[in-house]
């Protein structure tokens, strides 16, 4: 280990202790904890990763016996599309795997079969650490620099240098972030607020991303309630493409894109599916998505750090309601075979955040949570329109996604769910 | 019916004859046979389809009794990306369904058990015919003009007055495109050259898209080996992309995009994959799928129409071979259960044209082959970076594609495969 495990400790929100340190390959992992007597980071309590995990920018031994420098990984910027693709070019150390059917976001509990997880403390409210196989990491002493593939000035090439995180919402591996307890969904709101403010700090990040993969329909194979925090060392497409409309709508009216988008669908009325003092949620004129809701609040806000007491409290209510509708959205229809089953929505939950440099008076916060399931048992494939030629169909209309929302949405959340 | 049923027959290439007749519902379908006897279209034949389908754009008798008007497909426009989406706003007529079992593009076999499909002759070669759901289509009296929805200037309409259409690749239901004769993949190949011709002659199309999405991983339910037609009227995202990016790269350097792309993987090598007299395989340097592989003529051509003779027969080959390598690409590893089993490749196979008005000089003909299998039993899923943020990560390096393909490729194919 070239690198010195740091500890800090500092009270964020009046209900949240963040404790940090670093685990035994050098990854720096953060407690969010929100409930006296602070679970983790007590002189008492388990802070060091036992765990012999290499340090992982250690040269790495190649079968022939011979030591090389870890390779940083790369992106290559794809120049039909003007789009940079991070690749799987590098090799970290991997000689340390989870067995297949272990759950590595349990804490360390004493006596629990599985003890070689990725937190080391025996219990935890929030946690957020390094991801152990990123696709964006920083590799200490490669410079951030432009290269070309085999010469040729058509194929620049840089390092993927940013940061990927993961978030665990909660120590209950069979939970799920709908039914958190509303100060636990408070200490997640403070955890990715902390998360954005010391990633925009991190050299090279241009822009972080809070969001959670959530069902196997999507891919999802780890069911601990957890989500992801990638930090681009690039604009990301959907940025890109905002920020151009927004400066196209400035220059064109004068107005903020976010905002009067907002404004428009409160005028509307006709897909707004609930409103709180600080918050408004609405379908898009234009989802495009079988399940699509967006999230805002009413001040101008460019990212979560930037969001005042008042409103981080009000979005815990809003935001639980809006995933426990998602649970209630669909429904098996009588007669069938699974009639009265539940129906765990999959989901994307995509906090959109102004980037760290561009585009903080253009853009606005926002959330847009979409799911790919279109009926029970039914999912809208992306196929040779969405994936060739990016062109969506939606087989539903925005007004009858609000009308079901609405149907389905609790009228309020209590703090013992 | 309010529309005459018009039949034309006309000689293509050598080999093709087309015949074009309507189905009871209104829709066009086209006859491409490529062997004498020719199958369809002789006066012994039947052309016209039996089937008590109302006329498609016929008025809606509702639950009331009350006839109204079909209402015509729209599209909005997303003002936070700029994108046309056409949404299921439309109710057409619906009153015939086949069977969940049946295959609706069988041919009319005497005998067969089912008798009610999409094509009314008694057998065919490949035939093209108008899709009977269409998410675009031009409904007659409809005028194509832009609309506001709830009067807002930021969110506009329009009719989805596109086509979209479906080829039968062979009447052999349990075949694929990979496994068709040479000469039947000519035919396939003047059909999708025939319609973008036509659907390029139809007023308000913009650009014509022929596709094949094969795999129920990607969402195909009905395994007749079949492809799609779409005439967009709008240019998609894709298209705007790399249109944007040919016209910078000209304005940079005075040169095609498409053409020194394909000049710089020349000189590279390392990604080309098979090269014929007038056609060049190779993985882009910045592929993002983990499959994936662009076929480019040598000559600057803008549309499949715009090949000539020796292009078309040329390309069967090398089309055919890159088809059959990918059912070759993935093998079970020794020892697994499966081992030894053929893993059929789930893809889209994507061909970009020119649009029909705008960047015909600096978009070029070019095949997107692409798979989202990584591994045997291994999808790639598009979650929270790719479908929140349209920003891909690979897992693999186009260099290992590139090495894959050249192993699995066969060396040429058989008149009779």
């Given at each position: 280990?070239?690198?010195?495990?740091?500890?800090?400790?500092?009270?964020?929100?009046?209900?949240?202790?963040?404790?940090?340190?670093?685990?035994?390959?050098?990854?720096?992992?953060?407690?969010?904890?929100?409930?006296?007597?602070?679970?983790?980071?007590?002189?008492t309590?388990?802070?060091d990763?036992?765990?012999?995990?290499?340090?992982?920018?250690?040269?790495?031994?190649?079968?022939?016996?011979?030591?090389?420098?870890?390779t940083?990984?790369q992106?290559?910027?794809d120049?039909?599309?003007?789009?940079?693709?991070?690749?799987?070019?590098?090799?970290?150390?991997?000689?340390?795997?989870?067995?297949?059917d272990?759950?590595?976001?349990?804490?360390?509990r004493?006596?629990?079969?599985?003890?070689?997880?990725?937190?080391?403390?025996?219990?935890?409210?929030?946690?957020?650490?390094?991801n152990?196989?990123?696709?964006l990491?920083?590799v200490?002493?490669?410079?951030?620099?432009?290269?070309s593939l085999?010469?040729?000035a058509?194929?620049?090439t840089?390092p993927?240098?940013g940061?990927?995180?993961v978030?665990?919402?909660?120590?209950?591996?069979?939970?799920?972030?709908?039914?958190?307890?509303?100060?636990r969904?408070?200490?997640?709101?403070?955890?990715?607020?902390?998360?954005?403010?010391?990633?925009s700090a991190?050299?090279?990040?241009e822009?972080?991303?809070?969001?959670?993969?959530?069902?196997?329909?999507?891919?999802v194979?780890?069911?601990?309630?957890?989500?992801?925090?990638?930090?681009?060392?690039?604009?990301?497409?959907?940025?890109?493409?905002?920020?151009?409309?927004?400066?196209?709508?400035?220059?064109?009216t004068g107005?903020?894109?976010?905002?009067?988008?907002?404004?428009?669908?409160?005028?509307s009325?006709?897909?707004?599916?609930?409103?709180?003092?600080?918050?408004?949620?609405?379908?898009?004129?234009?989802?495009?998505?079988?399940?699509?809701?967006?999230?805002?609040?009413?001040?101008?806000?460019?990212?979560?750090p930037?969001?005042?007491?008042?409103?981080?409290?009000?979005?815990?209510?809003?935001?639980?309601?809006?995933?426990?509708?998602?649970?209630?959205?669909?429904?098996?229809?009588?007669g069938?075979?699974?009639e009265?089953e539940p129906?765990?929505l999959?989901?994307i939950?995509?906090w959109?955040?102004?980037?760290?440099?561009?585009?903080?008076?253009?853009?606005?916060?926002?959330?847009q949570l979409?799911?790919?399931?279109?009926?029970?048992?039914?999912?809208?494939y992306?196929?040779g329109?969405?994936?060739g030629?990016?062109?969506?169909?939606s087989?539903?209309?925005p007004?009858?996604i609000?009308?079901?929302?609405r149907?389905?949405?609790p009228?309020?959340?209590?703090?013992?769910?």
């Amino acid at each position: 280990m070239s690198e010195d495990p740091a500890t800090a400790v500092r009270l964020l929100a009046p209900t949240v202790r963040k404790t940090t340190t670093r685990l035994a390959d050098g990854r720096e992992l953060t407690y969010y904890d929100d409930s006296e007597p602070y679970l983790s980071g007590a002189a008492t309590r388990r802070l060091d990763d036992p765990r012999p995990l290499p340090y992982r920018f250690a040269d790495v031994v190649g079968d022939d016996g011979v030591a090389r420098p870890v390779t940083a990984p790369q992106m290559r910027y794809d120049v039909l599309t003007g789009e940079w693709i991070p690749m799987a070019t590098h090799r970290m150390n991997r000689t340390f795997l989870p067995p297949a059917d272990a759950n590595p976001f349990a804490p360390a509990r004493p006596g629990a079969a599985y003890q070689d997880g990725e937190i080391p403390d025996t219990d935890y409210d929030v946690v957020v650490f390094e991801n152990r196989f990123p696709s964006l990491v920083a590799v200490p002493g490669v410079p951030d620099e432009v290269a070309s593939l085999d010469g040729e000035a058509l194929w620049p090439t840089r390092p993927a240098a940013g940061r990927t995180e993961v978030i665990c919402f909660d120590p209950n591996p069979t939970g799920s972030l709908a039914q958190v307890t509303p100060r636990r969904m408070r200490t997640v709101i403070e955890a990715w607020a902390d998360r954005t403010l010391a990633l925009s700090a991190v050299p090279g990040v241009e822009q972080v991303f809070c969001f959670e993969n959530r069902g196997k329909e999507i891919g999802v194979t780890l069911h601990h309630p957890h989500g992801q925090i990638y930090a681009y060392p690039y604009l990301t497409p959907r940025t890109t493409q905002m920020l151009r409309q927004a400066v196209a709508h400035r220059h064109r009216t004068g107005g903020n894109l976010l905002r009067d988008v907002l404004e428009a669908e409160l005028r509307s009325g006709r897909r707004v599916v609930a409103e709180s003092d600080h918050w408004v949620a609405y379908v898009p004129a234009a989802a495009r998505w079988p399940v699509e809701v967006h999230l805002a609040p009413r001040r101008d806000v460019p990212d979560l750090p930037a969001l005042d007491e008042a409103e981080r409290a009000d979005l815990v209510g809003i935001y639980l309601r809006l995933l426990r509708a998602g649970d209630r959205f669909f429904a098996w229809p009588a007669g069938s075979e699974h009639e009265g089953e539940p129906i765990t929505l999959p989901y994307i939950s995509a906090w959109h955040q102004a980037p760290v440099r561009e585009g903080r008076e253009d853009l606005r916060l926002h959330l847009q949570l979409f799911s790919i399931l279109r009926a029970p048992g039914k999912l809208k494939y992306l196929a040779g329109s969405e994936s060739g030629m990016g062109a969506w169909v939606s087989d539903t209309t925005p007004e009858r996604i609000a009308d079901r929302y609405r149907q389905v949405l609790p009228a309020g959340v209590e703090e013992r769910s």
